[in-house]
């Protein structure tokens, strides 16, 4: 069984930094692709950013030159580096880890972001 934690999430004036982990434990195969996603009150869950273990990376074009996201591989971790922070960041941000190879999907607990002045 694959467990996936989340923090880091909280409050932010517009303009400010957040930054996100997510660690996952379990049986993990080598070839995965662990992402974020957001979903906001009222609209549905969308893709912000993943990254394969292969390094290869996708933004969604509203987060592009602001969000980078990143892995550190020895410890099954992904993380979200937020920077410019706008009010329509706002939202509940889940990580999830696919594995291909067992058509596995895990998902987080998901962790709140909120941009307000």
């Known amino acids: 069984q694959v467990q996936l934690v989340e923090s880091g999430g909280g409050l932010v004036q517009p303009g400010g930094s957040l930054r996100l982990s997510c660690a996952a434990s379990?049986?993990?195969?080598?070839?995965?692709?662990m992402g974020w996603y957001r979903q906001a009150p009222g609209k549905q869950r969308e893709l912000v950013a993943i990254?394969?273990?292969?390094?290869?990376?996708n933004y969604a074009d509203s987060v592009k030159g602001r969000f980078t996201i990143s892995r550190e591989y020895a410890k099954d971790t992904v993380y979200l580096q937020m920077n410019n922070l706008k009010p329509e960041d706002t939202a509940v941000y889940y990580c999830r880890l696919e594995m291909p190879s067992t058509k596995s999907d895990y998902w987080g607990q998901g962790t709140q972001v909120t941009v307000s002045s």
């Open positions: 379990g049986v993990i195969f080598s070839i995965n692709i």
């Open positions: 990254v394969s273990s292969g390094g290869n990376t």
